[in-house]
């Protein structure tokens, strides 16, 4: 049936709209346009034009071999995106051969894997071995890796959105880095380059990126949507592209959108063109999508049905047999090498760009355009069809130029000169930066965990020197809060441009001093905690990708981790390196009420890998923690990122001196604060604020069990980790005369001891020590959302408090 010609729209895609729009107001984005190029080299485009072909095929092989031919034990569909990898091949071979400089950093959509591992198949960067080993163990990752994939993957992805996302903050990092002279600044600045799906396009965090990185003026980036207009379930609204732009223009990016390809630019010039323009522009996404799976009688047949008597039409479209016809109606923007090349070389400014890419998905393959393509595998009849097509012969599957027309010394003579493939070694380093044995902090009578934070990094700010130099807070609108301020008083805001404090220039007292410019050294953020993790993640990297190593902290409330947990998670998966501050935490929280109140905190501290997590009771250990996880952010082998769980508590302090003893076990995971006798049968264990109802139950206890013991635990996460990696040791045999260090923390205690664990947060984080010798273990935390209250109410209803603790330790000692 015809489609609704209600649909029509202004015609935004006229070639004739000037090539170029004003760049001299800054947020004068470009008109939407299709620009075709004439002036691209035959014999080059030839070149591209077929290794294109051959990277269609490795990508599909590459699945089907994962898919059809390699021994399936477990019986589970291994999957790959063979649709979703056509719909980007021509954008990517454009990008990869001939458009990008060793410079720039690309994030690739997830579901193109296979295409970037055929590119850098081709480019003598992947192997054979990895490629056939696609989604199994050693081999291809199933979405890119930098760190199971190998040098070559600038960002991982994977959870969608965020592999877009995070390109925006690696170009503030770059600015940061360039306008500190960290970088050489004589050197053309990387494009940070996100190869986008468009249903990624739904993803919250994508908006709230755009939103925060257009405070910043970043520069330097582009984003490539692929237009396919399908997604897992459904077709993509055919208005969607309009809103896109919109919203691109807003904050102030160029929008370029690749709509036709040369062939139907042609096709537009000829008697009938005009309405055949007018047509594809107003034809729904799923209509388009339909008849390309459909094919050339289709097209003819609802083309000539929906403009009756157009006489110049009917001509045009009889004048294509069927292959042409085809060919003609899906040689979109995003397939066409020429128009691809010509809107990539001739962006106009440094100003981020969008390129609005349309596609189908599925291009090439007999999939092409049917809604159920993407997770779609052609089954052997068609693969053995597309192998025809592409003239490969059994056997030459994997033979890098087998079945293309061009002959293999030119081809490799090309791929040997393809600029971003001259630097093999992707992964840029740096000498650590130098950490003080003792960070700058004085020893108070009582003081928080939270407070000790901002004095210990204003101290730092105060001394100067490379680890002041070095360091970079940031921070989602909650930096005083947070106990930032002394170090944003001293260091500055970042910001690209010089601006005063209009409240101190008019002599306004404030406590803050909200000085703004390039040589400010915190990155204030909105509201937004995945924003504040995607910044973390490219701070992090920022040795890797530039050159030069940053130490970055971020502070947050400590609930709301869990609101940028996937931006968390995709963080450590990158390997980044960061101090992650999240404070305040727990009902210890007060007044402020459930909402502001963390639980399960300490469990995903626990829980995430490459982050190990501590909560210090005493501002003493937090500084002995600090200057150990500088060094660790450091450890390019067996260093990670850090989360310090703080607290507003204020506490008495020990007065003591902190010897290498002390310190080595603070790093460990914990110390007796009073040490059990041999074979004692009771102990209390505790971590963080709770520390005065600890002391106060075992001051209690200890004058009818004067043998108890009192266990300050600095990281669960440390000692649990230490501990599962000997026991795995033993489990495969090997002879460890080794102990854990919880281990040995537990060998005073007879074997029929029981300990009361207690935490503010969930009991499970401290419950499972009771394992390790196979101590009873009373574990007290909390275990549902919390209240309003003051600390007494609140520590007896949730059975934290003093008498709860002593009740615990007591009952079964009674008992016995």
Request: proline share 5%.
């Amino acid at each position: 049936m015809p489609f609704n010609r209600s649909n029509l729209r202004p015609d935004l895609n006229d070639p004739n709209w000037p090539k170029e729009a004003p760049v001299a107001n800054q947020h004068e984005a470009l008109p939407e346009q299709t620009r075709i190029t004439r002036g691209v080299d035959a014999a080059e485009l030839t070149l591209l034009k077929e290794l294109e072909k051959k990277i269609l095929w490795l990508s599909a092989w590459t699945i089907h071999n994962a898919n059809h031919l390699r021994e399936s034990r477990d019986g589970l569909k291994v999957g790959g995106h063979q649709a979703s990898c056509a719909s980007i091949t021509a954008i990517m071979t454009a990008l990869y051969l001939k458009v990008l400089r060793p410079q720039d950093r690309v994030a690739v959509k997830p579901h193109a894997s296979p295409v970037f591992h055929a590119i850098q198949y081709l480019l003598g960067n992947q192997t054979r071995d990895k490629m056939e080993k696609f989604r199994a163990l050693g081999g291809m990752q199933s979405y890119p890796s930098r760190t199971k994939d190998g040098s070559f993957v600038d960002f991982s992805t994977g959870s969608v959105g965020l592999g877009a996302a995070v390109t925006n903050f690696a170009a503030l990092t770059q600015d940061y880095l360039r306008m500190k002279d960290l970088v050489p600044t004589n050197d053309v600045p990387g494009r940070m380059v996100a190869l986008v799906g468009d249903a990624e396009l739904d993803e919250g965090n994508v908006y709230e990126a755009l939103l925060d990185t257009w405070k910043h003026d970043i520069r330097n980036v582009w984003w490539v949507i692929d237009y396919n207009r399908q997604s897992l379930d459904g077709m993509v609204n055919e208005h969607l592209f309009r809103l896109i732009g919109r919203f691109f223009r807003a904050v102030g990016w160029n929008v370029i959108t690749l709509k036709y390809g040369r062939k139907l630019y042609e096709a537009f010039q000829r008697p009938g063109g005009s309405a055949l323009k007018k047509w594809v522009n107003a034809c729904p996404n799923d209509i388009y999508s339909a008849l390309a799976f459909q094919g050339a009688a289709a097209w003819r047949k609802q083309i000539l049905e929906d403009n009756p008597g157009d006489a110049d039409l009917a001509t045009l479209i009889g004048s294509y047999d069927d292959d042409g016809l085809q060919d003609l109606m899906t040689n979109l923007g995003g397939h066409c090498m020429e128009a691809l090349l010509d809107a990539f070389e001739n962006v106009p400014n440094d100003k981020p760009t969008c390129f609005i890419a349309y596609t189908i998905k599925g291009f090439g393959l007999p999939l092409a355009g049917h809604k159920d393509n993407h997770a779609g595998l052609m089954n052997p009849q068609q693969m053995a069809a597309f192998r025809a097509d592409n003239n490969v012969t059994q056997g030459s599957e994997w033979e890098k130029f087998a079945g293309l027309e061009s002959s293999a010394e030119n081809l490799q003579a090309y791929l040997d000169h393809v600029p971003f493939n001259i630097l093999k070694q992707r992964r840029l380093s740096e000498a650590p930066i130098p950490v003080p044995a003792a960070l700058p902090y004085a020893v108070e009578k009582q003081t928080s965990t939270q407070m000790a934070f901002g004095k210990i990094l204003n101290n730092i700010a105060k001394e100067g020197g490379p680890l002041a130099e070095r360091i970079v807070t940031t921070s989602p609108d909650v930096s005083v809060s947070t106990n930032l301020g002394g170090w944003i008083n001293q260091q500055g805001l970042f910001e690209r441009f010089e601006r005063g404090d209009e409240f101190r220039d008019r002599k306004v007292p404030s406590a803050q001093k909200w000085i703004r410019s390039p040589q400010g050294q915190h990155i204030e953020l909105g509201i937004a905690e995945n924003n504040l993790f995607l910044n973390l993640a490219a701070l992090g990297l920022s040795e890797s990708l530039f050159g030069a190593r940053l130490l970055p902290i971020g502070t947050l409330y400590d609930p709301f981790i869990s609101r940028g947990l996937d931006a968390l998670n995709y963080a450590c998966y990158q390997d980044a390196r960061f101090m992650l501050v999240a404070t305040p935490s727990g009902v210890t929280l007060g007044p402020e009420g459930g909402a502001h109140q963390s639980i399960s905190t300490p469990m995903i501290g626990m829980g995430q890998p490459g982050l190990t997590s501590y909560e210090p009771a005493f501002a003493d250990e937090l500084s002995v923690i600090m200057r150990w996880g500088f060094d660790h952010m450091q450890d390019r082998e067996n260093g990670g990122s850090l989360y310090l769980r703080l607290s507003t508590r204020n506490l008495n302090q020990p007065q003591r001196d902190m010897d290498e003893d002390l310190k080595n076990q603070i790093i460990k995971g914990g110390y007796w604060l009073k040490k059990p006798a041999a074979g004692s049968t009771l102990a209390i264990v505790f971590m963080g604020a709770v520390a005065p109802q600890a002391i106060e139950a075992y001051d209690r206890l200890v004058t009818d069990y004067p043998d108890a013991g009192l266990l300050c635990i600095t990281s669960a996460d440390r000692l649990y980790n230490d501990w599962q990696r000997l026991e795995r040791a033993r489990l495969n045999g090997l002879d460890q005369v080794e102990m854990a260090h919880v281990e040995d923390l537990f060998e005073p205690l007879g074997a029929k001891a029981r300990f009361c664990s207690v935490i503010d947060g969930h009991p499970a984080a401290l419950a499972w020590m009771g394992a390790v010798r196979g101590h009873s273990v009373a574990p007290l935390g909390i275990e549902g959302f919390g209240q309003c209250g003051d600390l007494p109410d609140l520590y007896a209803t949730y059975n934290i408090d003093a008498d709860s603790i002593e009740r615990a330790a007591r009952r079964f000692q009674e008992r016995r």
